[in-house]
Structure formats: structure tokens, C-alpha cells
């Protein structure tokens, strides 16, 4: 999955011939998952229409700032715009709009729009050779730069005007991969390893029956996505779970039991910054399995249980530099069990969910939490959904990993 994945991408397209190139680059940011808009100056509609745009943006191309064939016409609100963009490109950007955007010039939407807006600005400029190599476009663009805006360079090749030189649009795909390796290197969990465990453990009786529990995943499987959209390398160590998970940042590794689970971890831990611990691991395990399905008789049956390890203690005691965070689902005395978790675990925090809670508990779409931290300090969160609830934590981890 792209890291630009259900981003709000703004396309400002100005008037040069590379326009047409610009119905390419919406369709690869609709394949990336992103959502876009596009606001074009009125004269690039002769390269590229609107209905173009419009069509494979799925959403109505803005170029003006109100219609002046309507009577009732409606303002085309270019903050909005602004603020609704997590970023904006300007492609293609002329040596005109260049020098527009540099002196705050706004007589288009494009420009207006590009001034009102608090995302970053990235800028892709085409043009001919010679008006690329011009002095006055070499200053717009270290403006622009200067100003905090990201430059895509123009390439070298055959130009519309017949010359070869630079001057041409980045190939629409590379522009695209110019903005997701920009927006990852941003990311604050960025070259930042996370080992999560998620779901429930199964624990064999025979060949046919386990022991097991009502765990779904949902919770440990939101805190992957999270993480890796903010750029950390996860490894999801999980237990039989129907959760889906398609991302480039996530390693899942599928295991059934707790030794299996442990072994998985063990291998990973050493080399990561943060482990968190959010599968539901059984405690106890049939003490033998046994190798044929047992058979019913009358009498009752008796299975001996052993105890598991505890991967999350294990983790504790064989920590070093990283940050450990475990999970605590309790029905009584919720805190004060909690922290006795932190101490015996050697734990960095603690989640903690109570099932006395009506918004928390297994296959739930909703979780509330209290995260207590190694000095006991506890922040209680309102019921949210478990992907709000995985931010909530991983926000904590990021301040406590001061990044
Ligand atoms: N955990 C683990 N390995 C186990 C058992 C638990 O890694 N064998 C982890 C869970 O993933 C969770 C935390 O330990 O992060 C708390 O689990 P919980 O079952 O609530 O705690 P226990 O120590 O088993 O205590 P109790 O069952 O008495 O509540």
C-alpha cells in the first residue's frame, strides 16, 4: 500500500503544453489510494479539460473563482481548498505561475489556492530549455524553495519545441515517487523497527480441539497500520486471525500457539526499537497433547494444564534499549493490576482495558483505554474506534521515543 494511500493530493496545473500528462498523474495517485482535486488556471483548460480531470479525479475540476455564466453562481472558496489538502503539486508549473507564486501574485484559483494553503507545496516546473536556464526561473525556484516549497526537477530530453535540453515534467510516476519517498522521509517513525503481537493463541488438545480465546486482532492489527503510515518497518507476529493486512511497511508472521509466538518474537526483538504487546496469549496450555482425537466416553474428562511462557515478561527481562508496552484487559481492580504488570513485566507503559467497559472488549470496533506509564501516571481516553485508539497509543510513543 502507498504512503499516499487515502491522502487529499490538490493538483494545480498550469498552462504548458505537459498539461496532458497531467490526466496520467491523477490516475497514479488514484491507484496510490489517494483522493485528489484538481484546481487548473483557466488558460491550461486548452491543454487539458476539465472534463478530463474531472473524470479521473472523480471529483469537479475548480478553475475560477465563481461562475460567470450563473447568476446564483457560488464562491469558489480557495482556503478550503487549501485546508482540505494534506498536500498540494503544482504540475505542470510554469515559468509564469513560478514567478506568480513568488511574488504572491494571485489573479487565478490556482494561485489564491496556493497561497491559502498549510500544506506542504510541492512544485514540478516544465517549460522550454531556455526559459528553465533563465535566471529569473532559477530564482523563482530557490524562492519557492526558500519559502519551504519542494522542487521536482524537470528532466532532460526532447522538448515540445524540437530543442533537447531540460525543461520536460518528471515522468508522472516518478513524480509520484518523488512524493512518497518525500512524505516517508517525514514520517516521525521513520527508520523506527515496531514489533507488535495481535490476536489469541491456539493451544492444541489433540489434533482437532484447542484452547483458545475471543480475541479478533482488530486492535493489534490497527496498531500495524498506524505505525507503519507513520513510517515505522513493522513486524506483526499474529495468532489465527481473519484480519487482512496489506502494507509495504508490515511484515506479518502467522503463528498458532505461544511458543510458536515467543519463538517469533525472539528472533525479532533484539533489532527492534519498540515491542507491543497486544495478543490475547493464553496463560496455560494442555500439559500433553495428545496425538489421536480423543474419543467421547461417559466419564468426564480431565486435560492437565501447564503454564505458557510469558513472551511479555521474557521481552522485560531481556530488554535494552527498547521501548516495551504491554496490554492488560482486566474485569476488577483494574489499575491497581495493571501496575502490578508494569513492575513484574518490566514494562515501559501499559494499556489497559477494563470489560466493565461497554465500548471495550473482543471483536469490538470501539476500545477504551487508560494508559499507565512506568511512573503510574495514567491518562484515561474517551471510547473510541480502535483505529483512533492505535494513534492515542502510538502518539504516547512517540513522545516517549522523543523523535
Ligand atoms: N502476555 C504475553 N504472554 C503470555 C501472557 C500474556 O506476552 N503468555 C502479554 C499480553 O500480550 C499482554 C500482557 O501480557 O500484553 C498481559 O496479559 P494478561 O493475560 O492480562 O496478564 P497476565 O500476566 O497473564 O496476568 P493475569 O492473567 O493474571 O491477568
Redesign the pocket.
Known amino acids: 500500500m502507498s504512503i499516499l494511500n487515502g491522502k487529499k493530493v490538490l493538483l494545480g496545473v498550469s498552462a504548458g503544453i505537459a498539461a496532458y500528462k497531467t490526466a496520467h498523474l491523477v490516475r497514479q495517485f488514484i491507484k496510490a489510494g489517494a483522493q485528489v482535486q484538481v484546481v487548473q488556471t483557466p488558460a491550461s483548460k486548452e491543454f487539458v479539460t476539465p472534463l478530463t480531470l474531472s473524470t479521473l479525479s472523480k471529483n469537479p475540476v475548480h478553475s475560477t473563482f465563481y461562475n460567470e455564466e450563473d447568476e446564483n453562481a457560488v464562491w469558489n472558496n480557495h482556503v478550503d481548498l487549501g485546508l482540505w489538502a494534506d498536500l498540494m503539486l503544482i504540475a505542470p508549473a510554469t515559468a509564469n505561475t513560478l514567478a506568480k507564486m513568488t511574488n504572491g501574485v494571485c489573479d487565478n484559483l490556482l494561485l489564491a489556492t496556493y497561497l491559502s494553503a498549510k500544506c506542504p507545496v510541492y512544485f514540478a516546473p516544465a517549460m522550454d530549455l531556455d526559459m528553465y536556464q533563465h535566471p529569473s526561473t532559477k530564482d523563482s525556484i530557490a524562492k519557492l524553495t526558500s519559502f519551504g516549497n519542494i522542487c521536482i526537477p524537470a528532466t532532460s530530453g526532447e522538448l515540445a519545441s524540437g530543442l533537447i535540453g531540460e525543461g520536460r515534467l518528471a515522468e508522472p510516476e516518478d513524480i509520484v515517487a518523488f512524493i512518497e519517498k518525500n512524505v516517508q522521509s517525514k514520517l516521525p517513525l521513520k527508520g523506527k523497527k515496531v514489533l507488535i503481537?495481535a490476536g489469541p493463541t491456539y493451544e492444541a488438545i489433540d489434533p482437532v480441539r484447542f484452547i483458545g480465546n475471543h480475541s479478533s486482532g482488530k486492535m493489534g492489527f490497527e496498531i500495524a497500520k498506524t505505525a507503519a503510515n507513520l513510517g515505522a518497518e513493522v513486524i506483526l507476529v499474529s495468532g489465527p486471525s481473519s484480519q487482512q493486512i496489506n502494507h509495504s511497511f508490515v511484515k506479518r508472521i502467522n503463528v498458532v500457539c505461544?511458543e510458536d509466538m515467543y519463538n517469533a518474537c525472539h528472533e525479532y526483538y533484539k533489532n527492534v526499537d519498540v515491542a507491543i504487546?497486544?495478543?490475547?496469549?493464553?496463560?496455560y496450555k494442555p500439559a500433553v497433547v495428545v496425538a489421536q482425537k480423543i474419543k467421547k466416553k461417559d466419564a468426564s474428562l480431565q486435560i492437565e494444564l501447564a503454564p505458557?511462557?510469558?513472551?511479555?515478561?521474557s521481552l522485560g527481562q531481556t530488554k535494552e534499549h527498547q521501548l516495551l508496552v504491554?496490554?492488560?484487559?482486566?474485569t476488577d481492580n483494574e489499575e491497581e493490576?495493571a501496575k502490578g504488570?508494569i513492575q513484574r513485566?518490566n514494562l515501559d507503559f501499559i494499556v489497559l482495558n477494563s470489560l466493565r467497559d461497554k465500548g471495550a472488549g473482543f471483536a469490538k470496533d470501539t476500545n477504551k483505554i487508560t494508559i499507565i506509564d512506568k511512573d503510574f501516571q495514567a491518562q484515561k481516553f474517551e471510547t473510541k474506534s480502535k483505529t483512533e485508539v492505535a494513534g492515542d497509543i502510538l502518539t504516547f510513543i512517540i513522545k516517549k521515543l522523543n523523535v
Open positions: 503481537t505461544a504487546c497486544s495478543a490475547a496469549v493464553a496463560d505458557t511462557k510469558d513472551i511479555l515478561a504491554g496490554f492488560a484487559l482486566e493490576n504488570k513485566k
